[in-house]
C-alpha cells in the first residue's frame, strides 16, 4: 500500500495538554496566546494547564550561540519535570523554534541515551528535580487542524471577501522547525504541510501555492539578532513577498511567531529601504498568526486579539471579512492608555 | 527618500537561468560547433602550462561562458587569458575535439574589443 | 520431449522471445498475460534509443511471434500462485483456474517507479510536471504535444535519476536506462521545438549503451540541450502555472533557478508489483532490491532452489529491449536443455 507525505497524520492526544509559553509572541504579539489559551479551554473544552514555574526554553540564546546544548537540554528537562509534576504527560507548545527544539533534544536522547542520562544528572544536581518524556509532543497549530470542523461549527466568520463573495487568497506560511528537520512530526510531511491548510480551507478561505511557499522566512536569530547581518535575513523575507506578489494574497497566516513578526515588520522595512511594497495596489499584506486567525473567525474583539500590534494595519481586512469592531478603541486596552514604551519597539505611532 | 537602517539587502548568487544574458555563449557556439559538446572532463586545465601558474582555469573559464554575467565575465577574461601562451596542449588532450585555442584567441579578441592582434594568430 | 509443457509468464519481449524460441524448438508453451496485449510498454513509446525506430515497428515485428501454432495464447489472466505437484509445477491463477508444467519462465517485466513519492517535484500536483512514460504517451497523442493553451514550450527540463539511487526513495540502484531516454527525450522536445531551451538536470551521465554516448554528443552539439550537473531540490507552480525549479549547477558551485513550462521526471524501473507467490515460501527468490535472483555463478537463468523454475527480462533487473530479448531466448535454451536432461 502506498502513501503519500501529503495525507501524513499525525497523532495528537485529546486533551490534558501541558502548554509551553512562547517568548517571541508575548512580547509582540501579547493578545494571541491569552485569546488561544481562552478559546482552547472554554470554546473547545480542553484541558490546558499552565504553570508560573515554566521558562522560556531559552531556544533564541541556543540558536544565537550563546546558549550551550548540554544547557538548553537541562531547561527542557526541567519543562518535562513541570509537566510531570502537574500529573500530564501531553505537552503542546506555542512557538515552533521551540517545538523543534523538543522534538531535536527528544531524537537527540532516543539516539544516544546516555546523554539524556547525563542531563538528569544535571537537572537533579542544580534543582533536585526528575523528569519523564511527553507521550505526546504537539505544536498548538496542530490541535486547532485537529479540531479545525468544531472551529468551524462555531465560527461566526467565515475567510470569504464580503465584496466579492470569493473566498480570500491567503498564504499559509509554517515555521521552518515545525516540519523540516522531521517530516514526521508534521502533518503532511514537510513539502507540502497541511496543518495550515486544513484549518484555512475548513473556513472557507483558499490557500496559494505560490513557488517560494517552503522558502524559510529568514529569521535565523544569529543571523537577525546582530544589525550587520540583517541585510542576509531581510532578503530572505524578500524572496518570499516578491514571489507572492502577482497572487495577490488578502493575508499571511504563520504558525510560528518569529515567522509572524519578521514578515509583518519587514514588509514595513523593505518599503522605507526601496520602496518596495507587496500586496495588491500598493498596499501591505496583513500578517496574522493561526491563534489570532481562530479567534478572529470566532467572533473575538480585534483589539482584544491584539491587532493593534501589528506593523500592518489589519483594518482592511477586517472589512473584507466583515468584523465589527471599534475604530478609536484601537490603542486603548481595558480603559487604560498603551504605555508610551511599548509603541516603539513596533513602530506604530499613538495619538496621545 | 530612502532609510537606511545600518544594513544592505543582500542580492544572492543565484544563477537565474530566466535572466541570463547569454550572448557571449551563443556566438562562440556558432564559431566553434563542437564547443557545445564539452562534457567538462577538465582534461584542457589538467594540461594546461599556464595553469600551474596562475589562476587560468579553461574548464571553468568555458562553463562559465554559459552562466555569467557578460561584464564580470570580460575582466575574468582578461586577467586570466592573459596567462594563456597559445601552446595548444589544451586542444591536443581535448576527448571531444574542440579546438580550445580557437575559443581563447577569439575570447581575448572578444576582450578586447574584437581587435585581432597580428602577433597572436 | 513432445509431451513436456512450458509456462511462459509475462509477454512483454522476454517472454515473447522466450516463447517463439520454445515454440520452435518443438516445445509446447502457454504464454499467460495480465493484460490483454502483448508487448504494451513497448508500444506506448513514440520511437526507441538509440536509433530512433519507431516504437509500433518494433512492436508489430515481435507479435508476429505470437501467431506459431505451439505457442498458447492467454491474455487477461494473471498467474498468482507457483507451487510443486510431485515432479511438476502447478499454476494458479487469479481467477482460481489452475494447470501443470514442467518447466515455468518468468518474465513478468518492471513497474515504472511512482513519482508521487517524490513529492518534492510536485507529480501529481501540479499539472504540467510529467514522467517519462507520459511524456511518451503526449508524443504518441499529438504532432504538437507540449503546446499548452496555445503555446509553445519556452523551455523545457528534465531530471534524471528522480526516484533511482535514492535513499529517500529506498531505491539504491541505477536504473541504467532513464539517462538515454532523457537524452532521446531532449532530442524529441528540440526536434518539435527547435526554439525551445531545454534543460536536462543529471547527477552522473550514464549512457553505457552501444550508440547512446552518439546520442548524446548529439544532443548536445546538434541541438544544443544544455546538459547542468545538479539535482533539483524542488518545484512550484508560479502565476502562470508554469514550472519554477531550484537546483544547484555544481560545476558552478552556484544555486540556480529557472521557470520551465514542462518538468519531465526520469524515472526508474522497480520490480513488479505483482509478484508471484511461491510455494513454500519466498525467501530466496528475489534479491534486497527486490529483482527475482538469478545464479550468483553468473551461468543460469535459474531461480536458487527452484527446478525448473526461470526468469528473464527486466523482472530480474533494468533491461532494455535487446538484452530482454536476449535474456528470454537464453532462458528458453535453459529450459530446453532441463528438460532434455529430464526425459
New interface residues.
Given amino acids: 500500500m502506498t502513501s503519500y507525505w501529503k495525507d501524513y497524520q499525525k497523532e495528537i492526544a485529546d486533551d490534558n495538554f501541558f502548554i509551553a509559553r512562547s517568548c517571541i509572541r508575548q512580547t509582540f504579539f501579547p493578545g494571541a496566546e491569552n485569546v488561544i489559551i481562552d478559546i482552547l479551554r472554554n470554546r473547545l473544552n480542553i484541558n490546558i494547564i499552565e504553570d508560573p514555574d515554566h521558562t522560556t526554553c531559552t531556544g533564541i540564546g541556543y540558536h544565537g550561540d550563546v546558549v550551550p546544548l548540554d544547557t538548553i537540554m537541562t531547561v527542557i528537562a526541567r519543562q518535562f519535570s513541570i509537566m510531570q509534576k502537574n500529573g500530564l504527560e501531553n505537552m503542546v507548545i506555542s512557538c515552533v523554534t521551540s517545538f523543534g527544539i523538543y522534538s531535536e533534544i527528544l531524537d537527540l536522547w532516543k539516539h544516544h541515551p546516555e546523554k539524556k542520562n547525563q542531563i538528569a544528572g544535571y537537572l537533579e544536581e542544580a534543582t533536585g528535580r526528575t523528569f519523564i518524556e511527553p507521550k505526546n509532543l504537539v505544536h498548538v497549530s496542530d490541535l486547532l487542524y485537529k479540531f479545525r470542523h468544531e472551529i468551524a461549527k462555531i465560527a461566526q466568520y467565515k475567510l470569504v471577501n464580503q465584496n466579492t463573495g470569493l473566498p480570500l487568497k491567503i498564504v499559509d506560511h509554517i515555521g521552518c522547525h515545525y516540519a523540516k528537520i522531521f517530516r514526521e512530526r508534521g502533518i503532511g510531511g514537510s513539502e507540502f504541510p497541511q496543518v495550515l491548510k486544513g484549518l484555512i480551507t475548513v473556513l472557507g478561505g483558499d490557500v496559494i501555492d505560490y513557488p517560494e511557499r517552503r522558502h524559510c522566512c529568514g529569521f535565523g536569530f544569529r543571523h537577525y539578532l546582530i ?6 535575513s ?2 530572505n523575507s ?2 518570499k513577498l516578491e514571489s507572492m506578489k502577482p497572487f495577490e494574497p488578502d493575508m499571511i497566516v504563520a504558525n510560528c511567531p518569529g515567522c509572524t513578526m519578521f514578515l509583518d515588520r519587514w514588509q514595513y ?2 518599503e ?4 518596495s511594497v507587496y500586496g495588491k495596489d500598493g498596499n501591505k499584506i496583513p500578517v496574522i498568526s493561526h491563534e489570532e486567525l481562530v479567534a478572529l473567525v470566532l467572533g473575538y474583539d480585534p483589539w482584544e486579539i491584539g491587532f493593534q500590534t501589528h506593523q500592518v494595519d489589519i483594518e482592511p481586512l477586517l472589512d473584507k471579512i466583515g468584523v465589527k469592531y471599534n475604530k478609536d478603541e484601537k490603542y486603548v486596552i481595558r480603559n487604560r492608555r498603551v504605555d508610551a514604551g511599548a509603541h516603539i519597539l513596533c513602530g506604530i505611532t499613538v495619538q496621545d | 527618500m ?17 535572466n541570463l544574458d547569454t550572448h557571449f555563449a551563443v556566438e562562440l ?1 556558432r564559431m566553434v ?2 564547443w ?3 562534457i ?1 572532463c577538465g582534461a584542457c586545465a589538467a594540461t594546461c602550462t599556464a595553469g600551474s601558474y596562475s589562476g587560468l582555469n579553461l574548464r ?1 573559464l568555458h ?2 561562458l ?2 555569467s554575467d557578460p561584464v564580470e565575465l570580460v575582466s575574468r577574461i582578461q586577467n586570466e587569458l592573459s596567462s594563456c601562451v597559445l601552446c595548444g596542449k589544451c586542444q591536443l588532450v581535448c576527448p ?1 575535439g574542440i579546438s580550445t585555442r580557437y575559443i581563447v584567441i577569439n575570447l581575448m579578441a572578444k576582450a578586447n574589443d574584437n581587435v585581432y592582434s597580428s602577433s597572436m594568430v | 520431449m513432445n509431451d513436456k509443457k512450458v509456462a511462459v509468464l509475462g509477454a512483454g519481449p522476454a517472454g515473447l522471445a522466450a516463447a517463439i524460441t520454445l515454440a520452435e524448438m518443438g516445445l509446447a508453451v502457454s504464454l499467460y498475460e495480465k493484460s490483454s496485449e502483448a508487448g504494451k510498454k513497448i508500444r506506448s513509446n513514440h520511437n526507441l534509443f538509440p536509433d530512433r525506430i519507431s516504437a509500433k515497428e518494433v512492436h508489430k515485428k515481435l507479435l508476429k511471434w505470437l501467431d506459431h501454432p505451439m505457442i498458447r495464447w492467454i491474455p487477461d489472466t494473471q498467474v498468482i500462485r507457483l507451487s510443486r505437484v510431485s515432479r511438476s509445477l502447478k499454476l494458479e491463477t487469479e481467477k482460481g483456474t489452475h494447470d501443470e508444467f514442467d518447466a515455468v519462465i518468468i518474465s513478468t517485466g518492471f513497474d515504472f517507479f511512482d513519482a508521487r513519492l517524490k513529492e518534492e517535484f510536485g507529480f501529481g500536483i501540479y499539472e504540467r510536471v510529467i514522467d517519462s512514460p507520459g511524456l511518451e504517451t503526449l508524443f504518441n497523442s499529438s504532432k504538437l504535444p507540449l503546446t499548452f493553451n496555445g503555446k509553445d514550450p519556452q523551455t523545457v527540463a528534465f531530471v534524471h535519476c528522480v526516484g533511482s539511487r535514492d535513499s529517500q526513495s529506498g531505491i539504491n540502484y541505477c536504473s541504467r536506462l532513464c539517462c538515454i531516454t532523457g537524452i532521446k527525450q531532449a532530442i524529441q522536445v528540440k526536434e518539435l521545438y527547435p526554439q525551445c531551451r531545454v ?1 536536462n538536470f543529471y547527477i552522473d551521465l550514464r549512457a553505457g549503451g552501444r550508440g547512446y554516448e552518439e546520442l548524446f ?1 548529439e544532443a ?2 546538434k541541438y ?1 540541450i ?1 546538459f547542468i ?1 545538479g539535482r533539483v531540490s524542488e518545484a512550484g507552480e508560479n502565476d502562470h502555472h508554469r514550472i519554477v525549479i ?1 537546483a544547484e ?1 555544481t ?2 558551485g ?6 520551465t513550462d514542462w518538468l519531465v521526471l526520469l524515472i526508474g524501473m522497480v520490480p513488479c508489483k505483482s509478484n508471484i507467490e511461491f510455494e513454500p515460501g519466498n525467501e530466496n527468490t528475489t534479491g534486497q532490491d527486490g529483482f527475482y535472483q538469478i545464479s550468483r555463478y553468473m551461468n543460469s537463468n535459474r531461480v536458487d532452489n527452484q527446478a525448473g523454475v526461470y526468469v528473464a527480462g527486466s523482472c530480474c533487473g533494468p533491461m532494455n529491449i535487446p538484452e530482454s530479448i536476449a535474456s528470454g531466448r537464453s532462458a528458453a535454451a535453459e529450459v530446453f536443455q532441463y528438460l532434455k536432461h529430464q526425459s
Fill in positions: 544589525q550587520e547581518n540583517r541585510g542576509y531581510i532578503s524578500r524572496i522595512t523593505l522605507q529601504m526601496d520602496h | 530612502k532609510t537606511k537602517f545600518g544594513f544592505e539587502i543582500s542580492q544572492g548568487r543565484q544563477i537565474d537561468l530566466d557556439s560547433g563542437s557545445q559538446s564539452c567538462n571553468k562553463y562559465s554559459w552562466k571531444r | 534543460y554528443r548536445q552539439e544544443g544544455q550537473r531550484k549547477d560545476l558552478m552556484r544555486p540556480l533557478k529557472v521557470t
